[in-house]
């Protein structure tokens, strides 16, 4: 058995807690979380503390809490040479304290508290110190995903930003479409599909040739009219420099 203990826990940590407790080969001690939160049934069995002098024993400690957090919350354990990782795509492993053995566990998806999520296809990126633990965190990621990949400090940085591009930006972006949708009082369900299509469509296609739309096209009233509708918006800036990136990119081929 593998022993985990979470430290923090917010979007990540509640999901690999829930998804790890159901795992044959890794057992939950305790949870711990700087203010007090109430674990919910069928988990309130486990072991919760908010004293952080008070971590039981695990195989690991999984540190789930902001990145800017992570450095000096690693530095206040007060235990040594445990292995300690963290889940986040765009800290450096060095960022952990080296009073103890360093690692990374980071899920590549987008984690919300309220929503539900199936691990199995969920690629988890792995990195450690030494093989026995880089062995160990492989074990407990293939407990729960089929797709465990060992990555380095300096690529995992380089995944998170394609990562911030291809989630956060394109979820602003549904953002932005629902605000101008609701100044027509139009229900933002009439994007849903085309937004579901632009997703599935990657999974045949490449980005580039999936790309349509008047930039592409070079449609110029098209993209004037635009820009008179958008008038003086603070997302006339997005439309120009999104437009202005795809002529460059596909222009030249017209
Ligand atoms: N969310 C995602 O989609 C996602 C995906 C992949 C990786 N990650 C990475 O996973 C990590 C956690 O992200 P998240 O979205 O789960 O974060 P989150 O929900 O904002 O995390 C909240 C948790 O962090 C604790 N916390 C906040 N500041 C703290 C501090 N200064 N010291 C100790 N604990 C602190 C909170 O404790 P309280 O309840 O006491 O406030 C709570 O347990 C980050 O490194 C992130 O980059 C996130």
Request: contains cysteine.
């Amino acid at each position: 058995m593998i022993n985990v203990v979470f430290l923090g826990f917010g979007n990540v940590n509640s999901h690999l807690f829930k998804t790890l407790h159901k795992s044959k080969e890794v057992t939950v001690k305790q949870v711990f979380n700087r203010n007090y939160i109430k674990i919910i049934s069928p988990f309130e069995k486990i072991s919760f503390t908010d004293d952080i002098s008070k971590l039981e024993q695990a195989d690991v400690y999984i540190i789930g809490i902001p990145d800017d957090a992570i450095s000096s919350f690693s530095e206040s354990l007060s235990f040594q040479n445990e292995l300690v990782v963290h889940t986040s795509g765009g800290v450096s492993m060095d960022a952990l304290s080296n009073k103890n053995r360093r690692g990374i566990f980071y899920p590549i998806q987008t984690f919300s508290k309220e929503r539900g999520l199936d691990f199995k296809n969920i690629p988890i990126c792995i990195e450690a110190e030494n093989s026995k633990d880089l062995e160990l965190l492989l074990r407990v990621g293939k407990t729960i995903s089929e797709n465990v990949v060992e990555i380095s400090s300096e690529k995992r940085a380089k995944l998170h930003l394609a990562a911030v591009f291809v989630n956060n930006f394109t979820n602003h972006l549904y953002q932005i479409g629902s605000e101008i949708l609701k100044e027509e009082d139009l229900p933002f369900d009439l994007l849903k599909p085309l937004i579901s299509e632009t997703a599935s469509k990657i999974e045949t296609l490449s980005p580039e040739k999936a790309q349509t739309g008047p930039a592409k096209r070079n449609d110029i009233k098209t993209i004037e009219k635009h820009l008179h509708l958008l008038g003086d918006s603070s997302y006339r800036k997005f439309y120009e420099l999104f437009t202005e990136e795809l002529k460059q990119k596909y222009g030249k081929k017209l």
